[in-house]
């Protein structure tokens, strides 16, 4: 089965016939030839420039994804620790440099911002503190001895709360550095004796366990002293009258404080730490509180680069870990 196309021609004055037919039973004959001639004529070619234009597309998309790895890799080490730190633009190309000057305009905005939110606090926090001296000293002076004890107990929660704003501000400081060398295990010990009396009104025994040696570690020890009373305070408010607190100072560094009281739900225990949380229990809400004394204990704790946790304790209660680096033994 053919089909094809017959012309006539003359060629030097002589007639002739030019026919062309197709194979109907292989039509791609045609194509077929057409790209062996491409391979064999043109391919050498083309595809030495195809390959070249692979490696160039490649070698430009590394030369764009390495800065961008660096910038990304400089953005996530940026902290609150350290608010006036910017990201740098030598290492990024031109097309990039207004990419990183909007996120520096940003951080400067952000970095404004929390520090106007940390100096009000700190300056409401310090006026409080008249007028909290004023209302002690009427209450000192009141006749009715039962109505001011009630006072005396709301105007302790108020104090409280004003000293924890403190704290507050006091950690969030910038250039707040551990520098002070000292030993965890006196501290602990110290902060223990102070807060015996507290736990005796409540009918709460704290007992200490520590190491025999010292363990020293590099502190801010204003923030660490009340990281770890807080945590006292913390358990012996939770523990039921006739229990017992137990305070372990470990060789590595860490403070376990366990109580016999309802302890921590599973499910709460990465919200406890939060600024202004309060649990929804019951109980919880009856003691009153406003969040903020594990949240200092957590933030005190990043501060000297340790961490702290919260897990069930062996006496049925919460166990609250806390834990900063212990320094190297002095060589030689």
């Not at 009104?201 to 200490?208: I, K, M």
């Not at 309060?278 to 000297?304: C, E, F, K, P, T």
Request: proline fraction near 5%; glycine fraction near 8%.
């Amino acid at each position: 089965d053919w089909r094809g196309l017959a012309l006539p021609v003359r060629l030097g004055g002589q007639a002739l016939w030019v026919q062309v037919a197709e194979d109907l039973r292989h039509p791609d004959v045609l194509l077929d030839d057409a790209a062996a001639g491409f391979l064999r004529d043109v391919a050498w070619v083309v595809l030495p420039v195809f390959l070249a234009l692979g490696c160039a597309t490649l070698w430009m998309l590394r030369r764009i994804k390495q800065p961008l790895t660096l910038l990304a890799a400089e953005a996530s080490r940026l902290s609150a620790d350290a608010p006036g730190e910017r990201l740098s633009e030598a290492a990024v190309p031109g097309e990039l440099v207004p990419l990183v000057r909007g996120m520096n305009r940003a951080l400067e905005r952000i970095e404004a911002s929390q520090a106007e939110q940390r100096d009000f606090v700190a300056d409401a926090a310090h006026e409080l503190r008249t007028p909290l001296a004023v209302l002690q000293a009427q209450i000192d002076l009141m006749a009715d001895r039962a109505a001011a004890a009630a006072l005396e107990k709301d105007l302790a929660v108020l104090e409280r709360l004003v000293g924890q704003l403190l704290a507050i501000a006091a950690l969030d400081a910038p250039g707040l550095r551990p520098d002070t060398r000292l030993d965890l295990r006196a501290l602990t010990d110290d902060l223990a004796a102070l807060l015996r009396l507290m736990a005796a009104l409540r009918g709460v025994t704290l007992r200490t366990r520590q190491p025999a040696a010292a363990v020293p570690v590099l502190a801010e020890e204003e923030a660490l002293s009340q990281a770890i009373a807080n945590l006292l305070e913390n358990a012996i408010g939770h523990s039921p009258e006739g229990a017992a607190v137990e305070v372990t100072v470990g060789v590595d560094g860490s403070v376990l404080v366990e109580d016999a009281g309802p302890g921590v739900p599973e499910h709460e225990r990465r919200l406890v730490f939060r600024r202004f949380w309060r649990s929804r229990r019951r109980a919880d809400r009856r003691r009153g509180g406003a969040g903020l004394g594990l949240s200092i204990v957590q933030r005190a704790a990043l501060l000297h680069g340790g961490d702290v946790s919260v897990g069930a304790s062996r006496l049925g209660g919460a166990a609250f870990r806390l834990w900063v680096p212990v320094l190297a033994p002095p060589r030689g």
